[in-house]
């Protein structure tokens, strides 16, 4: 009973060193946030201060929460198709080079162009409903998938794929058993980034033509000079983008305990 309580201990004393600086700084930045405004340093109407925007986000949250939903929704949508088809199309790349140098430069050239400037025409192609901003969310996160799957089916020891060959394990096989765990690590984190890029593509979505969504209440909020607003939508996006960046990495921790990048944890948390 004392080495599981002695472990738990371990994990929350863990939990809080990780957690301490990061939550510090936020706080200095929220104390940064308030000096300016309580000195008046710059006018309310162009930043309001920390009390205000809070007293905004309780006073009007049915209406965020409503608008928060459907960027949750896209957001969610986008990524998990974005997650599925990038590792699909990353595993033919890694198995096909003709597929992988046919593929790879359109990837690339889909990627530099900017999300915004293509926007539009998939409002004039897919009406104005949820179906543009889920598609500009995929293409937004589809990339770092592909490419942190790609590494990681790559970076497998060549000598480990020989052995499973001599023994004669079949290519499916060698993928489950050797290919799909090594690379874990790498899609993680490409998974990672990709969340919070799939919120960023949700909102660009609604910037282009919504009437629902954070990028509406964005949108209306700035055309009607309500900084509190603004600045409400803004920290609510903000937390959205956090949220499933903890769940992606609550995943991680809970799929590949084994992982080196976890062992120092592991020590930490030993009684």
């Given at each position: 009973?004392?080495?599981?309580?002695?472990?738990?201990?371990?994990?929350l004393l863990?939990?809080?060193?990780?957690?301490?600086?990061?939550?510090?700084?936020?706080?200095?930045?929220?104390?940064?946030?308030?000096?300016?405004?309580?000195?008046?340093?710059?006018?309310?109407?162009?930043?309001?201060?920390?009390?205000?925007?809070?007293?905004?986000?309780?006073?009007?949250?049915?209406?965020?929460?409503?608008?928060?939903?459907?960027?949750?929704?896209?957001?969610?949508?986008?990524?998990?198709?974005?997650?599925?088809?990038?590792?699909?199309?990353?595993?033919?790349?890694?198995?096909?080079?003709?597929?992988?140098?046919?593929?790879?430069?359109?990837?690339?050239?889909?990627?530099?162009?900017?999300?915004?400037?293509?926007?539009?025409?998939?409002?004039?192609?897919?009406?104005?409903?949820?179906?543009?901003?889920?598609?500009?969310?995929?293409?937004?996160?589809?990339?770092?998938?592909?490419?942190?799957?790609?590494?990681?089916?790559?970076?497998?020891?060549?000598?480990?794929?020989?052995?499973?060959?001599?023994?004669?394990?079949s290519p499916?096989?060698?993928?489950?058993?050797?290919?799909?765990?090594?690379?874990?690590?790498?899609?993680?984190?490409?998974?990672?980034?990709?969340?919070?890029?799939?919120?960023?593509?949700?909102?660009?979505?609604?910037?282009?033509?919504?009437?629902?969504?954070?990028?509406?209440?964005?949108?209306?909020?700035?055309?009607?000079?309500?900084?509190?607003?603004?600045?409400?939508?803004l920290l609510?996006?903000?937390?959205?983008?956090?949220?499933?960046?903890?769940?992606?990495?609550?995943?991680?921790?809970?799929?590949?305990?084994?992982?080196?990048?976890?062992?120092?944890?592991?020590?930490?948390?030993?009684?």
């Amino acid at each position: 009973m004392s080495m599981n309580l002695g472990g738990s201990e371990g994990r929350l004393l863990a939990a809080l060193e990780k957690s301490w600086r990061p939550a510090a700084l936020l706080a200095a930045c929220f104390a940064v946030w308030w000096a300016i405004t309580f000195a008046q340093l710059v006018p309310p109407y162009l930043v309001p201060s920390p009390g205000t925007t809070l007293a905004v986000m309780a006073d009007k949250w049915p209406y965020l929460w409503q608008h928060t939903w459907v960027t949750t929704y896209e957001t969610i949508l986008g990524f998990a198709i974005a997650a599925i088809f990038g590792v699909l199309a990353a595993v033919v790349m890694v198995y096909s080079t003709t597929v992988e140098k046919t593929l790879y430069p359109i990837l690339l050239f889909a990627q530099v162009v900017p999300k915004i400037a293509i926007a539009p025409l998939f409002v004039v192609w897919l009406g104005f409903g949820l179906t543009p901003k889920i598609v500009v969310a995929v293409l937004i996160a589809f990339f770092p998938v592909v490419i942190a799957m790609v590494t990681g089916l790559k970076s497998v020891d060549p000598e480990m794929l020989q052995l499973a060959s001599t023994m004669g394990a079949s290519p499916l096989k060698t993928f489950a058993k050797i290919r799909f765990p090594a690379s874990l690590p790498h899609l993680f984190s490409g998974l990672k980034v990709a969340v919070t890029l799939a919120v960023t593509g949700a909102v660009v979505g609604e910037f282009v033509g919504a009437n629902q969504g954070l990028g509406f209440v964005i949108l209306q909020a700035n055309g009607n000079l309500d900084t509190p607003m603004l600045f409400a939508g803004l920290l609510v996006m903000s937390l959205i983008g956090v949220v499933l960046f903890v769940l992606v990495e609550i995943a991680e921790r809970w799929m590949l305990p084994w992982h080196a990048s976890r062992r120092g944890e592991a020590v930490t948390a030993t009684p």
